[in-house]
């Protein structure tokens, strides 16, 4: 399989079904449905023409999605034609859209990247991110997603724990600068909380405010990021705090632990301290304890190592890094602050540079070249 191939040839491809009348979603979506088909196929059938093979594939998946909308659109007419039901409440069609992906002849990983894809508007790119997955991986799982829901009625709306895990990345990816999604996120998490008494919605909508009221600070004027223990905390927005706070503290008092409930416990921490060296690190590891026993997340482990190196110490920290494996995401990055910690700004400049490498956008790069060139350099903190 020439990949290498498969990526030069699809601008041309996309070009082509634009050229023929397809809108650019509808094309991008059955080009990504070829190259599927082209991994599958072309190992033990490969092409003569390969431009050729993906244009007549890409347009026949194109002509089967047209027609496949074109049905749906002819089902959604009926159904309005018919009477209505009778009085219901208010909701947001958004919130019910994510609930209909969140189909259950999906796993719930799957309902989940199809949500993101098809609602959120994140790219498979971002949401392969998101999963610690190749983008490739991700690409499958999206398309199976889509025929397997293709021939099915939307009338089963799936559970609550799938619709939170796609708010939680929505909101994610929008905090992250990329796509500014979290203010919508936040939307919909309150919507839900007003028509679900569920302690870990609740918890979640904490989870929200309580990030989201450090966002200003996140940012210095020229765009770098300014990392926690340096942010401006007078520039944190103090009654989303407290919202989400006496939020948290309600839900705990239910006694209905969630991962959700958890991690907005720990952000609840952050908030708290009047500076960074007030934050009571000891807790916040108790609560990452928790929290890794509730999901076996390795990104819980990987914050619980920076939360045990600031508590007991930065070997600790990195004795607690070492059980984990270092491809993940961020885990150079760590790995570098723990060291300059302990003193060892060498090792520490060398791993911020490999980090910057590895950074998912440009304003995380620009910040780990900044750490590398100011160690190199001798600056301090």
Not at 67 to 77: C, H, I, N, W, Y
Not at 112 to 139: C, D, F, K, N, W
Request: aromatic content about 4%.
């Amino acid at each position: 399989m020439n990949e290498a191939l498969l990526r030069s040839l699809t601008p041309n491809v996309l070009g082509i079904l634009v050229r023929r009348g397809a809108d650019f979603a509808a094309a991008e979506d059955a080009v990504q449905d070829a190259l599927i088909e082209a991994v599958r196929v072309w190992p033990t059938d490969p092409p003569r023409d390969a431009k050729g093979w993906l244009v007549t594939v890409a347009w026949r998946k194109f002509l089967d999605a047209t027609r496949a909308d074109t049905a749906r659109r002819r089902r959604e007419d009926l159904v309005e034609e018919e009477p209505a039901p009778g009085p219901a409440p208010a909701a947001d069609d958004t919130l019910q859209l994510y609930f209909l992906c969140a189909h259950p002849s999906l796993t719930p990983s799957s309902a989940v990247a199809l949500t993101l894809r098809a609602v959120g508007g994140l790219t498979t790119r971002q949401i392969a991110q998101a999963y610690l997955v190749p983008e490739a991986t991700m690409a499958q799982r999206i398309s199976r997603a889509k025929r397997t829901v293709s021939s099915v009625r939307f009338d089963q709306p799936g559970d609550v724990a799938t619709v939170l895990r796609v708010l939680y990345l929505v909101f994610n990816e929008g905090y992250s600068g990329d796509v500014d999604l979290a203010a919508e996120a936040i939307r919909l998490t309150r919507q839900l909380a007003a028509v679900i008494d569920h302690p870990e919605v609740a918890g979640l909508l904490a989870l929200m405010l309580l990030h989201h009221a450090r966002r200003a600070a996140r940012t210095a004027p020229d765009g770098s990021l300014v990392p926690l223990a340096d942010q401006d905390r007078g520039r944190w927005d103090t009654t989303s705090i407290a919202e989400g706070v006496e939020i948290l503290q309600a839900a705990l008092a239910r006694d209905r632990l969630g991962e959700f409930q958890a991690q907005a416990a720990i952000a609840a921490l952050h908030a708290d301290a009047p500076a960074a060296e007030e934050t009571d690190w000891v807790q916040i590891v108790e609560w990452y304890d928790e929290l890794a026993g509730l999901t076996d997340n390795p990104v819980v482990r990987l914050n619980r190592a920076v939360a045990v190196g600031e508590a007991d110490g930065p070997r600790a920290g990195l004795a607690a890094l070492a059980a984990l494996d270092d491809s993940l995401p961020r885990h150079t990055a760590v790995a570098a602050y723990l060291h300059e910690r302990d003193g060892d700004l060498t090792t520490a400049a060398r791993l911020y540079a490999e980090a910057a490498q590895k950074a998912p956008n440009l304003a995380e790069r620009d910040h780990l070249t900044r750490q590398a060139a100011r160690l190199n350099t001798g600056r301090p903190r």
